[in-house]
């Protein structure tokens, strides 16, 4: 039964992902094979990262449906491309679903492997966002994962409060909604509340290389000065 359940919300999180993925590319006028290309990569690349470092069979090589689901995603947009493509807000319900249920599944596969749960709080991190990151690298733009935006704040929320619930002894289920519900409210409330981490950055002032370049005086002194045969009385005679 457990299982059938992580199997719902890992191909639910796969067409959310998918549609986030194909959305975009879309919105970069690619191709129907390029966009599906990046909603495929999108979908499965969290997950394929994830589950070779756990030593695991890759989830999507064990079945045809992942690939399936990102065709019916690409479907759907095309179907709908006036309201997914047109509406910034869409890629970030999409997304923001999708990070949600694969930090879930990140965190559940790494603890049937027996992992402690620092690792499978790192493992929920990357399945949630590494194929956003590779999603943003073929569309050539910076990547979410890299800018203000709470988004990987936002798989350590839910890690953090996965681990609070198991601590207290709820249920799995328990633990995983809340796991879910504590990434989709941060990432809602950042986006309500305009909520984002410092930026490291460093301008230089104004002049400053030029101020800070050593500089040498030179002189010349009298005694210093080079003197031509010419120069020089022949007492010779």
């Known amino acids: 039964m457990e299982s059938v359940f992580l199997f719902i919300?890992?191909?639910?999180?796969?067409?959310?992902?998918?549609?986030?993925?194909?959305?975009?590319?879309?919105?970069?006028?690619?191709?129907?094979?390029?966009?599906?290309?990046?909603?495929?990569?999108?979908?499965?690349g969290g997950g394929t990262l994830r589950d070779v470092l756990l030593d695991i069979n890759v989830f999507w090589m064990q079945t045809w449906i992942y690939l399936g689901v990102t065709g019916v995603a690409l479907a759907v947009v095309i179907l709908f491309r006036?309201?997914?493509?047109?509406?910034?807000?869409?890629?970030?319900?999409?997304?923001?679903?999708?990070?949600?249920?694969?930090?879930?599944?990140?965190?559940?596969?790494?603890?049937?492997?027996?992992?402690?749960?620092?690792?499978?709080?790192?493992?929920?991190g990357i399945t949630g966002s590494f194929g956003g990151v590779l999603r943003d690298i073929l569309?050539?733009?910076?990547?979410?994962?890299?800018?203000?935006?709470?988004?990987a704040t936002a798989c350590v929320a839910g890690g953090l409060a996965y681990w609070g619930v198991k601590g207290c002894g709820g249920s799995e289920i328990l633990q995983q909604l809340i796991c879910a519900v504590t990434v989709i409210g941060l990432r809602m409330c950042a986006l309500?509340?305009?909520?984002?981490?410092?930026?490291?950055?460093?301008?230089?002032?104004?002049?400053?290389?030029?101020?800070?370049?050593?500089?040498?005086?030179?002189?010349?002194?009298?005694?210093?000065?080079?003197?031509?045969?010419?120069d020089k009385t022949d007492n010779t005679k």
């Open 9 to 44: 919300i890992e191909v639910i999180g796969t067409f959310a992902f998918a549609i986030s993925g194909i959305r975009l590319a879309a919105f970069h006028r690619f191709d129907w094979f390029g966009a599906y290309t990046v909603g495929l990569v999108t979908a499965i």
């Open 139 to 151: 569309i050539n733009q910076e990547p979410l994962f890299f800018r203000k935006d709470i988004y």
């Open 82 to 124: 006036k309201m997914l493509v047109s509406n910034n807000r869409m890629l970030f319900v999409f997304d923001t679903l999708g990070l949600a249920l694969f930090v879930v599944i990140g965190i559940q596969k790494s603890l049937t492997e027996g992992y402690p749960m620092w690792v499978a709080i790192v493992m929920g």
């Open 192 to 230: 309500r509340w305009n909520w984002s981490l410092p930026v490291l950055s460093y301008d230089l002032p104004k002049n400053t290389s030029q101020e800070n370049e050593p500089h040498e005086e030179f002189s010349i002194h009298p005694d210093d000065t080079e003197h031509t045969p010419s």
